[in-house]
């Protein structure tokens, strides 16, 4: 149950800062996709289930405030989620690398659903331009930000499994 909690507010940390820090900062294009990064770090740390329900609930939050299709976003996300999840047996404690670049190849994911579904389809904008002015700022800030925010992330996590052993040994929570 903790452990739920503290997915749904971190979701809800990244969600808003994402939304509102857009705004404030003045070169707002860079702007990283903290929400896929914390579904694919968390699938990563703890399955393809944590991954699939993370993703949903940050997905959907992305698509009732933004997107004109709702469900587009919460699909590719549930997508990315149960990807990152598969990768769950390799996951080792301190290794930053299969994080970053699974956080890496996620946004490449989403940016290239985005762009087929949103943009290519309507027959507005180039792959080109797409690319060097949305995709590559976006990919660049997402890992950078990976890299700081990825032993935090391991901490909570790491916090949330000691409090889980320790509840399972209280003598009074024995069944």
């Not at 452990?3 to 702007?31: D, E, H, N, Y």
């Not at 990563?44 to 329900?53: C, E, L, N, P, V």
Request: aromatic fraction near 14%.
């Amino acid at each position: 149950m903790r452990r739920k909690l503290v997915m749904l507010l971190l979701g809800l940390a990244a969600f808003l800062a994402q939304t509102t820090v857009s705004r404030i900062i003045p070169f707002s294009f860079i702007m990283p996709n903290m929400l896929l990064m914390i579904v694919v770090i968390f699938a990563f740390m703890r399955g393809r289930r944590a991954g699939m329900i993370l993703g949903f609930i940050c997905g959907l939050s992305v698509d009732l405030l933004s997107c004109p299709v709702i469900g587009f976003t919460s699909l590719v996300y549930v997508l990315i989620g149960y990807i990152s999840g598969c990768c769950y047996n390799i996951f080792f404690d301190e290794d930053i690398k299969v994080p970053v670049i699974l956080v890496g190849l996620s946004d490449l994911i989403y940016r290239g659903c985005y762009y087929v579904f949103q943009f290519l389809m309507l027959n507005r904008i180039s792959l080109r331009s797409y690319f060097i002015y949305t995709v590559l700022p976006e990919l660049i800030s997402t890992i950078i930000l990976t890299f700081l925010l990825y032993k935090v992330m391991f901490m909570i996590d790491k916090k949330l499994s000691e409090f889980e052993l320790e509840e399972q040994q209280s003598p009074w929570l024995r069944k």
